[in-house]
C-alpha cells in the first residue's frame, strides 16, 4: 500500500468515524476512533507492536497474513501449519522472518507472543482456541467457532475465565457500512423488523484441488461432516450474525430443508440449505444457500414497517415517498432568505413501483475490502488495551450456535428449539 | 434542544405524497397538527378510496346497484357536493364511471344516476353499470379538512402540497406577502412555466405526470364525459382559486370540457384564473389563459 492510499484510507475511516456519530465511537467502536487518529508515517518502537502467531495459513489464513503486512502496528513472530504446502507459503509470505511450526503447541509455549490468530478448519476452532487462552494469548478466531455447539460454549467459558481476548471473525461488525446501518436501524428507520431475509448463492463446487486422493478430507473438509456443517458454518454464520445484530434478538427455534442435489460428488454437506429462524418476539429470519446458480448473489435483506435495507448492496429503501422537490428547494430558500417562485405545481406526482425505487446508499463511500483489515486492526486495538467489548463475543457465539442448530434441524428433520444449557448472557 | 422553524414533514396517503411547510412554527406544534391531518388523511382515505378493498366507497360500489345502501351524513354531503359541481360544470365534472366501457361503448352515465336519499341516508345507483371515482374530488375535499385543521391550531403561514397537484397557500412566505408557486413543465420537472402568487389560495393542476419528454402512464387518460373519449393529453390545466374544492373541480372539467363550454362552466367560478398549457411532442410549450 503506498502512501496516498494509506491517507485515503485514513480519511476513510475519519469520515465514517464522524458519521457514525462520536457517542457510538466512544463506547463500542474506541478502535475506530484510534485508527482514525493514527499517524501512518510514525515510526512505531517495538513496544508499540503487538506480536501475532497465526495457525492455519489455508486460503484464509494466508489472506489474513497479507492483511496484517499492511498494518505497521502487527509483527508476526510465527506461523504455524501442518499442510506442507501452507507451511511453505506461510514462510514465504514472511519473507522467512517469522518462526515457522508444524505443531500448534510449540507455537504456544512462545513467550515473546501476544496473541494468536486461528484461521484452520472448523473442527480444529475450538482445542487450539482453548489452549491458545490458557497459555495467556489473545486470540482471533475464524468463524464460525466450532462444529458443536459445547465446543463454542467452551470456547466462551475459557475466554471469560482467562480474561484474555477471544474476538471471532465476523468481519461484518467492524465494517462501517454495517455499523451505520445498525445506527439506523436502532434509531427506528426501519420501525420494528418484521422480517429478514438473508441468502447467499454461489455456482461452483466449492472444492480445492486436491495432489494426492488421501489428502482429500484434508482440503476439502469443508465438505465432510466430520469438520464442517459446510454452507452453514461457512456461509450462513455471518449473515445469521448480521440478522441478529440487526434485531437484537437471537433465535431460539429454526427449523430447515436441505439436500444434495446438484454436486453429486462423494461430498457429505448439503449444497443447497434452506431455513426459517424464529425469534423471541416473533420476527423470522428466512435463509437460504446453494452453490448451483450464482444469478442471485448475496443480500442481507432487513425488513419494517417504515423501509427495508439490503446491507451487502450498502442501501436503504424508504416505505414513505422522498419529500417533493419543490418543498426542499422551498426549505432551502425559507432558512436563506430567499423569495423566489418555486416549482412545485404540476400533474399528480405517483409514487415508483418498487423496482424504479432506487434507494439510498448507508454511506456515500464503501469499503475496498469485505471488513477484514479492519477487524485486524480493531483485534490490535484490543489487544494493546487488553479490553474488548463484551457483546462481541455474545454476538458471535449466537451466530456460531443458530448456524450449528440449524444444520441439524435440516439433519434431523425437526424444528429445533435451543436448549437452556446453551444459553449465555 | 428546540428545532428552529420551518417546520417541514411529509407522508404517503391517497396515492400519492402529502408535503407540509409551517414556515414560522417550531417542532413541536408542527408535529401536533401534522399527525392530526395525518389521521385525518387516512380516515379519508379509508372512506373515499376506490381502490382500497374495505373502503367504504368500495362497499357502495359493489352494492350501490342493488338496493339503497346506508350512509352518514358526510357521504350525503360530499355526493351532494359532487352533484351540485356536475351541474355547474355543465356535466364536464362527473363522479360516475363505466368500468366496463369499452372502445365502443361510450355509454354515458352521470352524476344525477346518483340517488341520494337525506331522510333515510342511503345512496342507490339508477343505472346498475355505475361505479363512483372520486379522484378528482378526493384531494380537494381532504385539502379543505387540512385547511380546517391549518386554522384550528391558529397556523397563519403555511404551504401544502399534496401530490403537487393541489396545492395550498395560506398566508405568506416569511420574506414576502404571499406564496410565490410555479406550474413545472410537463417533461422538464423543476422548470417553471408559469408562476402564481397566492395569499389564503389554492392551485391545482390537472394532467398527467411525464418524464423525459414522455408521458408516464399512456393508459391512464382522463375520459370526456360529454363524448366518452379520451382527452389529448398533452395539456394541462391549472387553476388558482379560494377554496380547494373549486380549485380541483374547476381544473378536472376544464381538462376534459369541449372549448365552446369552457366560458359557460368559469362563469360558475368568480375570481378563478385558469392557465392552460400545451405541449407538443418536443415539449415546446404555449401558454394561454382561459377567460
Known sequence: MNKSEKQSRREFIRNASLITGTSVIASSLPWMNALANENPDKKLSPSDKVRIGIIGVGSRGSLLLLHMKNIPAIEVTAVCDNYPTHFARAKQITDNRAKAFVDYRKLLEMNDMDAVIIATPLHEHAHITIDALQSGKHVLCEKSMARIPEDCLAMVNMHRETGNILQIGHQRMFNPKYIKAMEFIKAGKLGNITQMRAFWHRNNDWRRAVPAPELEKKINWRLYKEFSCGLMTELASHQIQVANWALGEFPDKVMGAGSINYWKDGREVHDNVNLVYTYPGGTQLIYDSCISNKHYGFEEQIMGPKGTMELEAGKIYSETPPPAPGILHLINNIEHKIFDAIPLGGASWIPDTPSKNKGEYILAEDLEDDGTQLELEAFVYSVKNNKIDPDHIIQAYYASIAALLGFMAIEEERVITIPEELKIV | ?291
Open chain 2, 1 to 291: 434542544m428546540i428545532k428552529e422553524p420551518p417546520y417541514h414533514n411529509h407522508f404517503a396517503g391517497m396515492g400519492t405524497r402529502f408535503d407540509l411547510v409551517l414556515p414560522d412554527t417550531y417542532r413541536s406544534n408542527g408535529d401536533e397538527v401534522f399527525r392530526q391531518i395525518k389521521v385525518e388523511i387516512d380516515r379519508l382515505e379509508k372512506k373515499l378510496s376506490r381502490f382500497l378493498p374495505d373502503s367504504e366507497l368500495t362497499y357502495i360500489n359493489q352494492f350501490g346497484a342493488l338496493s339503497p345502501v346506508k350512509v352518514d351524513q358526510e357521504w350525503i354531503t360530499i355526493l351532494e357536493t359532487c352533484r351540485k359541481y356536475y351541474i355547474s360544470t355543465y356535466s364536464c365534472f362527473d363522479v360516475t364511471l363505466q368500468p366496463d366501457f369499452g372502445k365502443d361503448q361510450n355509454k354515458l352515465s352521470g352524476a344525477d344516476n346518483i340517488i341520494i336519499d337525506k331522510n333515510d341516508e342511503t345512496v342507490h345507483f339508477a343505472d346498475p353499470g355505475i361505479k363512483i371515482d372520486l379522484g378528482g374530488f378526493g384531494k380537494g375535499y381532504a385539502m379543505e379538512r387540512v385547511s380546517d385543521i391549518l386554522r384550528l391550531h391558529d397556523i397563519k403561514n403555511a404551504l401544502v402540497s399534496f401530490g403537487e397537484s393541489s396545492i395550498l397557500a395560506l398566508g405568506k412566505h416569511p420574506c414576502g406577502n404571499h406564496w410565490k408557486i410555479g406550474v413545472q413543465h410537463l417533461f422538464r420537472p423543476g422548470e417553471n412555466i408559469f408562476v402564481f402568487d397566492l395569499k389564503d389560495e389554492n392551485m391545482s393542476t390537472s394532467g398527467m405526470p411525464g418524464k423525459n419528454g414522455k408521458l408516464r402512464y399512456r393508459n391512464h387518460a382522463l375520459i370526456n364525459p360529454v363524448n366518452g373519449h379520451p382527452v389529448n393529453m398533452l395539456r394541462t390545466i391549472s387553476v388558482k382559486s379560494r377554496k380547494a374544492l373549486d380549485t380541483e373541480v374547476l381544473s378536472t372539467a376544464l381538462y376534459v370540457s369541449p372549448p365552446d363550454k369552457r366560458k359557460k362552466i368559469l362563469s360558475g367560478f368568480p375570481g378563478s384564473e385558469v392557465i392552460e398549457a400545451v405541449y407538443t411532442d418536443e415539449g415546446k410549450v404555449s401558454i394561454l389563459a382561459i377567460k
